[in-house]
């Protein structure tokens, strides 16, 4: 199934955001929705046709703009919304004929839903995919009044909130839909719109938000019950046992509040026959804050507010606001800086005191009911981890959790608290002790109906999930690992903490240029993590500059330089794979290579200057290099217009919001590729390199590089003066855009002079250098490391 056209029916948060992200993949959307009162009272006889039109989209209309200016941006690109057409569903659902796939995403109600759908089914046509996008209601009941063609080309599309940064869409065929209809959708949801699937049984709320509403109200009961502060139930149940730092208040004043309480009362009213249902009532504390309009976040105020520089906190037994307290658990503080979550689970556990004692009872209870639930809401355990770690960000989801921390340790303590254990877990126990294992080099998994393991699902263009225990790895060290692909490809895989470029790094990569003149047809270099890499290691480069080893420096300059430089002229494609944060001299080394793969969410940029530096490993010359490149040779043209720009997105420090920005900021380049799937970038980047290979690849030739010289220099420090003057930049944000602008400029040469590639890199490391040295450059790198912030200073 290809997506070429789609309609959604429904242009609230969640609709528009869908179309929004429909159109980043460059599907043409129809967005609808009813038409207002105004609209339907009809317009003056002289009123344009343009203008009742207008009135009657303006919903559709307000959903688009919302999606346009939403923060974060639902649109990669601001006219991407061109994609989008709004419409209203009296005048325009004849739209739906010619969709592949049209999308409901009305109010949470079934009666609503169904009576779109039964519009809807007028228009469609026989090849139509017509999907619900729903947090919990039954999607057979949806269509059950609908005809059988209708119903076998019906299902259930949940996709979170933001729809375009959130991975996971769950899949929930109605009891009608056909098999071949359901695998056909999913598979153009993963690769088109990049998403995570995980299918779903039609059970009220699905997985992630069935477990999700359930550990969560069992957070703030345990809470208001053991007298546990809102500041001291986020520490418990964000970060610590790997799940976001949110926790459960903070998370449900994002989510809302009143979201929060529907989702809850949903899930109560369905499970009447649930032996754990009494957890999923609302809780009193919340049903008080939604009558008093005390939604979370988009109220202004929920159990967390902002009082100008305070942060308040709702006091769970009074209602009144607090100024915001530190918890202090003697447990936790001991555990927090363990690395690995259930190690660190693990040793917390093994306290007694009540921190201790509230997580073993959220997680223990949490896990049991994951385990009890597991044939109601889904065929395996693989989809309940995928919807918790991509729904909810979890770092482990419930089942992977069990083996951290040991399923028959944790059924026996729940077996000596008198807690019933799930037979399922019983069943691990007695045949293989945990739901995940290795065996023959492969990951395999517990299944249930079978009882007994069986390989773990791949999702389709994913390379295996666990390279590194294929018997394919060929050199490793902290940082970095060199592994074999096949089909002569060789991998990079960078792994240390942000993928910061240390030596280890750099080392790697030496040592696989080095294998792949001799072993290899092509290379590719990524990552599996969520970033490629946040830069070089600044925590080094502080303490190396004030220790005073500046021979040291210069030394590791120039070999992340001649680094940078081998990967531009290796002899064989040298593919890189951006994704997630892309920045400095992460930003480099992809700068470098023969083409990039990259993934749609990367955050791309030469952020140097953000902490008093330059680009000094090839950036700020490969930027020159591009921007000449955009006039022929030939062509006699102003070439300053194009450096300006590129200096100042350097300058400012700029990183791009997706990667079609980062192409049209000069990162990417019109033949490098995006690819909407994170999990298939290191795929697509193999089929590349072969491809390149295959083709004949050669590397780039020698050029010289023209540069607006010391003429071009004065305009763009004149450019900083304005901004100085006008308070936009600090005094010192003007020495580091003089720095910038001498490399970019060429140095003291003429306007219109031709220089080296190397010529420029030796103006990057000494400036680079010179910056370092500088106490203002190191108290912005100070500053960066303590609080992850830039200093304006």
């Not at 057979?140 to 949940?158: C, D, N, S, V």
């Not at 309480?261 to 804050?289: H, I, T």
């Not at 690995?340 to 959220?362: K, M, N, P, S, Y």
């Not at 389709?460 to 940082?479: C, F, I, K, S």
Request: charged fraction near 25%; proline fraction near 6%; include cysteine.
């Amino acid at each position: 199934m290809r997506l070429r056209r789609a309609a959604v029916i429904g242009a609230g948060v969640m609709g528009s955001g869908i179309a929004a992200h429909l159109a980043n993949a460059g599907v043409a959307v129809h967005l609808l929705d009813i038409v207002p009162p105004e609209g339907a009272a009809g317009s003056g006889p002289g009123d344009p046709p343009a203008a009742r039109r207008a009135v009657r989209n303006r919903i559709a209309a307000a959903g688009k703009e919302r999606a346009l200016t939403a923060s974060p941006p639902a649109f990669y690109a601001p006219d991407l919304a061109g994609l989008v057409t709004v419409g209203n569903v009296e005048d325009d659902l004849d739209c739906v004929l010619d969709a592949d796939w049209v999308i409901e995403a009305v109010v949470e109600d079934l009666a609503a839903k169904k009576a779109v759908l039964e519009k809807v089914e007028r228009f469609i046509g026989p090849g139509t995919i017509v999907s619900t996008n729903t947090s919990g209601l039954s999607i057979t009941a949806m269509a059950a009044e609908r005809t059988p063609g209708f119903r076998r080309r019906f299902l259930g599309t949940h996709f979170f909130n933001p729809p375009r940064y959130m991975k996971l869409v769950e899949i929930i065929p109605g009891r009608d839909t056909l098999p071949e209809v359901r695998n056909d959708l999913a598979e153009a949801i993963a690769r088109e719109l990049g998403k995570g699937i995980v299918f779903a049984k039609d059970t009220p709320n699905f997985i992630a938000n069935r477990i999700g509403a359930f550990t969560s109200s069992l957070a703030v009961r345990l809470a208001v019950e053991g007298g546990f502060t809102v500041e001291e139930a986020d520490e418990l149940t964000g970060r610590l046992i790997g799940r976001p730092r949110t926790g459960t208040f903070r998370l449900a004043d994002l989510v809302g509040l009143d979201t929060a309480y529907s989702v809850r009362k949903n899930v109560y009213e369905s499970l009447g026959g649930d032996p754990d249902r009494a957890v999923f009532a609302p809780p009193a504390v919340l049903r008080q804050m939604v009558e008093r309009g005390w939604l979370g976040e988009k109220s202004g105020g929920g159990f967390y507010k902002r009082q100008g520089e305070r942060t308040l906190v709702l006091d769970l037994g009074t209602l009144e606001y607090r100024p915001e307290q530190k918890p202090a658990f003697a447990s936790v503080t001991e555990v927090r800086a363990i690395p690995e979550v259930g190690e660190r689970v693990r040793t917390l556990l093994r306290g007694q005191d009540r921190a201790a004692t509230f997580v073993w009872t959220v997680l223990s209870r949490t896990l049991a009911y994951a385990a009890r639930v597991l044939p109601e809401i889904s065929d395996d355990v693989v989809n309940v981890d995928r919807a918790m770690r991509w729904g909810f960000n979890w770092e482990l989801g419930p089942f992977e959790l069990w083996d951290a921390l040991g399923p028959a340790q944790v059924a026996s303590r729940l077996a000596d608290e008198g807690m019933s254990v799930p037979p399922m877990v019983r069943q691990v126990v007695d045949r293989g002790g945990t739901f995940y294992r290795q065996a023959n080099g492969a990951a395999q998994v517990f299944d249930l109906q079978a009882a007994a393991y069986r390989p773990v699902p791949l999702q389709p263009g994913v390379l295996l999930p666990d390279l590194q225990g294929t018997g394919r790895m060929v050199e490793h060290n902290a940082d970095a690992s060199l592994i074999d692909l096949g089909d002569g490809v060789a991998y990079v895989e960078f792994h240390s903490k942000l993928n910061i470029i240390g030596a280890d790094t750099v080392r790697m990569i030496s040592l696989a240029l080095g294998r792949l003149d001799a072993d290899f047809d092509a290379m590719v270099i990524g990552s599996r993590a969520r970033d490629f890499s946040a830069g070089a290691n600044l925590a080094w480069l502080l303490l190396a500059a004030q220790e005073g080893n500046w021979e040291e420096l210069d030394l590791a300059v120039r070999e992340f330089q001649r680094l940078t430089q081998r990967i531009r002229r290796a002899q064989k494609p040298v593919i890189g794979v951006p994704a997630g944060r892309t920045l400095a001299g992460g930003a480099e080394i992809c700068l470098a290579c023969a083409r990039l793969q990259a993934a749609a969410e990367t955050y791309m940029g030469l952020v140097e200057p953000a902490v008093g530096l330059v680009p000094a490993g090839g950036g700020v010359t490969e930027m020159a290099r591009r921007a000449q490149a955009r006039i022929p040779a030939e062509v006699t043209a102003d070439l300053f217009p194009l450096i300006r720009w590129t200096w100042e997105t350097m300058t400012r420090a700029r990183v791009s919001q997706s990667a079609l920005e980062a192409r049209r900021w000069g990162y990417l380049r019109e033949h490098d590729g995006i690819t909407m799937n994170p999990d298939r970038a290191i795929q697509d980047a193999k089929d590349a390199a072969r491809t390149m290979a295959r083709l004949g690849y050669r590397p780039p030739l020698p050029t010289r590089i023209r540069v607006v010289g010391e003429r071009g220099r004065a305009g763009l420090e004149s450019f900083l003066y304005i901004l100085k003057t006008g308070g936009h930049i600090t005094a010192y944000d003007e020495v580091v855009g003089r720095k910038l602008a001498h490399v970019i400029a060429g140095g003291d040469v003429p306007e219109g002079a031709w220089v080296t590639n190397e010529y420029l890199l030796d103006l990057e490391r000494e400036a680079f250098l010179g910056l370092l040295g500088e106490p203002k450059t190191q108290d912005r790198i100070r500053y960066m490391l303590e609080t992850g912030k830039p200093l304006r200073n």
